[in-house]
């Protein structure tokens, strides 16, 4: 065994971000016979999972697969429904709507993207709108679900999905599995944090009862508060704020409405947004809001009177800031989760980025003496992932043209990121936009909103001079009908979940 391997993991905090953590830890750890770890996860029951994470981006799939995870048996263990992107409300003014979907435009035209041409043609009026193209939009629009597959028409399959599912359960499948493969879990809450006199890394945490837990590494999933990374190693803060200014969040269920859509909607309100994700047994829906311009009370009058169902539990109240830990990683603590930052579930960013905090982990995993450099990379690995995600949410509050609230007049005229501020400038150059090494959102994400959301490219890329309107006007319309007709022949969202993975009514095993 080589004595350098981190022989027992701490991970403090449950929950879904403590679970994500543990399960492929325990995987991993169950195969490394040779040099066994120990991996304890100490959930406080004090505290409760907060479910403002339950939409997901596509890239959830990739987790679950390589955990194993039997598709149909996570679906309808946790509730899930199907989602192909988002529809937003009322975002670039009142009355009007867009659609994010996961995937691409169809077949490419001399390597670039139809869009690009669909651009052009739109400049002289009379197209129809982008979503056309987008197989996800249509397929939400026809209210249908199916998985892509292989073998299906390639001009109809270009797209992608994620779920719907209730965190909590998603929280105790995780748990169930990593407990399978030897994690450990405790029941306590944290009163005292041992730190190591001579470099102040974390020796041991100390439960209300007495007990005294020590470790080599420790995952901080302990929520906004931070237990380790900030109240024992006051690691810092980087305020995001002036950039997304809502810093709260009023939550509640609702029962399920006739019709069970495979799509999030965000709709714009005076003083923020509203969430509505539906799953199999109920609708979770959230007012996002800034307080200084509309109050509690009046912020959760709001949500209630624009529910699709009759409540199913009291609202409650979250606060948060907007921004990150200036380290995610200091000295051998890891914060995943709400405890590294916190960024609005505009676009449904909040597991993934949990999910990708514990992949750079699993990437630049320690060994005991925790190497700077790998710390070093992680930390601005997760920074980028972070940045990434902002300028793509500040994009939702800053290209709009409402100016009938106060709020939004403030989010039309506040100054953005630099690095936002030149995707924008190149965009409504000639319609272009870029991808920045492995960031999250892809070229066809970027597009959609910045359509979406109104920004008018001044022209449009040169190249696709290469080919005449006509020719143009006749490939997106074959492929617009195709993409249509194979949307309007799929089953519905619901019909395919009844045939392929219902859950069991809520209470009944």
Not at 190 to 201: L, S, T
Not at 210 to 239: H, N, P, Q, V
Request: charged share 20%; net charge negative.
């Amino acid at each position: 065994m080589n004595d350098k391997n981190i022989r027992k993991i701490v991970i403090v905090g449950g929950g879904t971000a403590g679970w994500m953590a543990a399960a492929p830890l325990a995987l991993l750890m169950q195969r490394r016979n040779a040099s066994p770890c120990e991996i304890v996860v100490i959930e406080s029951p004090e505290i409760g999972t907060i479910g403002v994470g339950e939409a997901t981006l596509p890239t959830i799939r990739f987790y679950n697969s390589s955990l194993g995870l039997d598709g149909a048996d996570f679906i309808k263990r946790t509730q899930a429904s199907f989602k192909l992107g988002i529809e937003f409300r009322d975002w670039g003014r009142l009355g009007h709507s867009f659609f994010h979907g996961f995937g691409d435009f169809g077949p490419r035209i001399e390597n670039r993207s139809p869009l690009m041409y669909w651009q052009r043609l739109q400049r002289a009026g009379g197209m129809p709108s982008y979503e056309d193209w987008s197989t996800a939009t249509m397929m939400a629009r026809a209210n249908a679900f199916v998985p892509p597959t292989a073998e299906a028409n390639p001009l109809a399959s270009s797209y992608s999905y994620a779920f719907h599912f209730d965190a909590s359960l998603y929280a105790l499948y995780l748990r169930n599995y990593a407990e399978a493969r030897g994690a450990v879990r405790v029941e306590g809450t944290v009163v005292d944090v041992e730190q190591r006199p001579e470099d102040g890394f974390v020796a041991a945490v100390r439960l209300k009862d007495g007990r005294r837990i020590d470790g080599d590494l420790f995952i901080d999933c302990s929520g906004f508060r931070g237990l380790l990374i900030e109240e024992a190693l006051g690691t810092g803060y980087e305020d995001w704020s002036h950039w997304l200014p809502c810093d709260r969040a009023v939550a509640v269920p609702c029962a399920c409405a006739q019709e069970l859509v495979p799509y999030t909607r965000a709709t714009a309100r005076e003083s923020g947004w509203q969430w509505r994700i539906p799953l199999q047994h109920r609708i979770g829906n959230g007012h996002v809001f800034c307080s200084r311009f509309i109050s509690e009370d009046e912020a959760t009058s709001v949500l209630m009177r624009n529910l699709d169902g009759e409540p199913m539990a009291e609202p409650r109240t979250l606060r948060f800031k907007t921004g990150r830990r200036s380290k995610a990683w200091n000295r051998n603590v890891v914060s995943i989760g709400l405890a590294s930052g916190f960024i609005e579930p505009l676009e449904s960013t909040s597991i993934h980025l949990v999910q990708m905090g514990i992949a750079h982990l699993l990437t630049y995993f320690p060994s005991r003496g925790f190497d700077p450099v790998v710390t070093d990379e992680y930390n601005r690995m997760m920074r980028n992932e972070f940045e990434w995600v902002r300028d793509f949410v500040v994009l939702h509050y800053k290209a709009t043209e409402r100016t009938d609230s106060p709020f939004w007049n403030h989010c039309r005229e506040m100054s953005v990121p630099p690095t936002l501020q030149a995707r924008m400038n190149l965009f409504k150059a000639d319609g272009r936009v870029f991808r920045e090494g492995e960031e999250l959102f892809t070229k066809p994400s970027w597009l959609q909103v910045m359509h979406g959301q109104r920004l008018n490219p001044a022209s449009y890329h040169p190249l696709t001079d290469v080919v005449s309107e006509e020719e143009i006007a006749k490939f997106l319309d074959e492929v617009a009908g195709v993409i249509g007709a194979c949307a309007n022949a799929m089953p519905t969202h619901a019909r395919y979940i009844a045939d392929h993975c219902a859950a069991a009514p809520v209470g009944v095993a």
